[in-house]
Each structure stands twice: as structure tokens, then as C-alpha cells.
């Protein structure tokens, strides 16, 4: 069995529900951003001063932490998809916040339906970090 790698329509459709995710990052939208995350125990979060394992502590944690900066900026974001269901993007970021260049990574499957949110698409895996600038 073959896997396809980066069919143009499932790129497309992984870069909108990423970007969808990311207007609600920089929004502030909890909600946006917590219905983008797959909701089961199984969901894990390593952010930049903290760990979450499972979709409520992911929840619980958003409810409470401060905003990103809205001067965040994205560099050199990589998606990748395998198949219909399964991608990964990696993106840099920076802001007016902190001279550290950021790193995120989000593992993204569609686990709903097609006319879900996103297509269905959500995030089961995620990173955070940041890192001095070379």
C-alpha cells in the first residue's frame, strides 16, 4: 500500500484549517482553538513552560494563560500531508514580545466528518518551544 504525500487538495485543506487556527491563536478565540484540538485523553500538548496531557488540561490550561502577542509572526511553515487523514505542520515564529525565535509543531488528523469544522481536521499533537536566534 502507498501513501500519497502532499496532494495539492489535501495541502489546501490542512493549510486552512491551520490558518483558521492560527487567526484564533492571535484572536484569542478559546473556543476556535479548543474546538481545533481533539477532544480525548489522548491529546498532548508540550507548550513552551508547561505540559498538558489530554484535551481538558489543554482547555483548562488555555483558559487561564496570557494572549500571544499580536505582533506573532509565521516563517517558514512546512506542511506535510500522508494520505487523506493525517498531516504535520511546522511552523517558526516571532514577535515584538521576545528576541526568541518560537518553534511549533502540530500533528493534525481528520478525525470528523467533512463538513466539520475544518473538514474534520484537528489537532491530536502539538509542541511548542522557543529557542535563542542563531
Not at 478559546?30 to 484535551?55: K, P
Not at 483548562?60 to 512546512?78: D, F, N
Not at 511552523?91 to 466528518?113: H, K, N, V, Y
Request: aromatic share 8%; glycine share 6%.
Amino acid at each position: 500500500m502507498t501513501c500519497e504525500v502532499n496532494r495539492a487538495e489535501i495541502v489546501a485543506e490542512v493549510a486552512n484549517a491551520f490558518e483558521i487556527y492560527e487567526r484564533a491563536l492571535v484572536g484569542n478565540d478559546i473556543d476556535t482553538m479548543n474546538a481545533l484540538f481533539w477532544d480525548t485523553a489522548q491529546t498532548v500538548r508540550y507548550g513552551i513552560a508547561e505540559i498538558q496531557h489530554g484535551n481538558a488540561s489543554i482547555c483548562a490550561w488555555r483558559a487561564t494563560c496570557a494572549p500571544v502577542p499580536k505582533s506573532r509572526r509565521l516563517h517558514r511553515t512546512v506542511i506535510t500531508t500522508f494520505g487523506d487523514d493525517f498531516a504535520t505542520v511546522s511552523t517558526e515564529f516571532t514577535s515584538d514580545a521576545t528576541p526568541l525565535i518560537g518553534r511549533q509543531m502540530q500533528t493534525w488528523a481528520r478525525m470528523g466528518t467533512k463538513d466539520a469544522l475544518c473538514g474534520g481536521w484537528v489537532v491530536v499533537a502539538a509542541h511548542v518551544s522557543l529557542i535563542e536566534a542563531p
